[in-house]
């Protein structure tokens, strides 16, 4: 009988190391999951340095109008085609070869004159799965200038949803609310 009550006990004792054993793994992969769903930066680059240059008025005899596009590195299998003219830039995206064209919504969400890009960075909203980086969001900073007379400096986030050939400029925030904030907008994005 004693036999018995110790082999019941050893049985309880291995079933309970064993539960505490699976609650500790399922709150593992439960932690992991959720740092996967987590939204993350991931950051490319507008620079000449990177980018294979397209096409540069400053490279031809008698151009008619200042013009460039230069291909940048994306993510997600998107590409950055930087471009600008007139004195104005922007970003269009490039998915499985074709142009998502994105000028007209970006300047329309500038405030002022003349909107550029304002540094070489572009910020790019996403989620980990696995090692792979899942982009659902672009911030990015432009600059413009007041139509008042000293020609104040406005500089504005431009938010764009990525949605492959359906990607749009959906928000645009004054940089002086925040990058955050802009972030807050971007992540709103990833469920939609």
Known sequence: MEAKNQRFELRGHIQHRFLRFAAILLLGLSVASAADTMPV???TTT???KAKVLEDSSREK????????YLCPGLGGYEVLFEGADLRTWINLMINGRTIDLQSATQASCPGTFPAKANDAIE???VRKGDAFVPYAIIYRMESSANDD????????????LDGKNSKVVASIPAKEGEK??????DK???Q
């Open 189 to 191: 994005l990833r469920d």
């Open 62 to 69: 008698n151009p008619e109008i200042d013009h460039f596009k």
């Open 150 to 161: 000293k020609q104040t400096r406005i500089e504005t986030f431009v938010i764009i949803k």
């Open 47 to 49: 620079s000449i340095k």
């Open 41 to 43: 930066s991931e950051f």
């Open 124 to 126: 790019w909203r996403g």
């Open 181 to 186: 904030k802009a972030e807050a907008v971007a």
